[in-house]
């Protein structure tokens, strides 16, 4: 069986992601999305708990996606979980230069590991999860960015 991972903090999951997630669902046979703690983060929109929630019910409609989170290094839970294959969303030459250098990393941490990079959308190429909460913050609208069940936990004021 192929597993693939696709991880990132998810604070919240957009619909960059979830392109991302469904196109990679095409390519394994089972696609672990782990939501991974990034003690860099500050401040997070939604704790762990709530975007496994939000993630899970954004992607109920692919049947070989897992939703999983982790504290700790990817080649460590990809080990554990038998995934060789990393699944890296690109949005354009920075994000092709830090992921690059991650690849490398994981390989060496990990032979069995490969990096599959995958373009983004150009509709979603402008999209970040960093771009989505500095919107909530100021009140602006994120309908656009995020699925509609981020847009239902943000208006009943889950986060």
């Not at 929630?53 to 839970?77: A, M, P, T």
């Not at 949005?91 to 983004?120: C, H, P, W």
């Not at 999209?127 to 309908?143: P, T, Y």
């Amino acid at each position: 069986m192929k597993t693939g991972i696709y991880a990132g903090s998810f604070d919240p999951i957009t619909l960059g992601h979830i392109d991302i997630i469904e196109r990679a669902s095409k390519m394994v046979d089972l696609l672990l999305v782990c939501v991974m703690f990034n003690p860099n983060k500050k401040s997070p929109l939604f704790e762990i708990e709530q975007r496994l929630d939000l993630i899970e019910k954004s992607l109920i409609h692919i049947d070989n996606v897992k939703v999983d989170k982790h504290s700790g290094l990817l080649v460590d839970y990809a080990k554990k979980n038998n995934a060789t294959i990393n699944i890296r969303g690109l949005r354009g030459t920075v994000d092709f230069d830090y992921e690059m250098q991650m690849a490398q990393v994981n390989r060496t941490l990990y032979k069995n590991m490969e990096t599959i990079f995958i373009i983004s959308n150009p509709k979603y190429s402008f999209i970040s999860s960093s771009v989505a909460r500095e919107l909530v913050m100021f009140n602006g609208k994120v309908d656009d960015f995020v699925p509609k069940t981020v847009l239902e936990a943000l208006s009943n004021g889950f986060h």
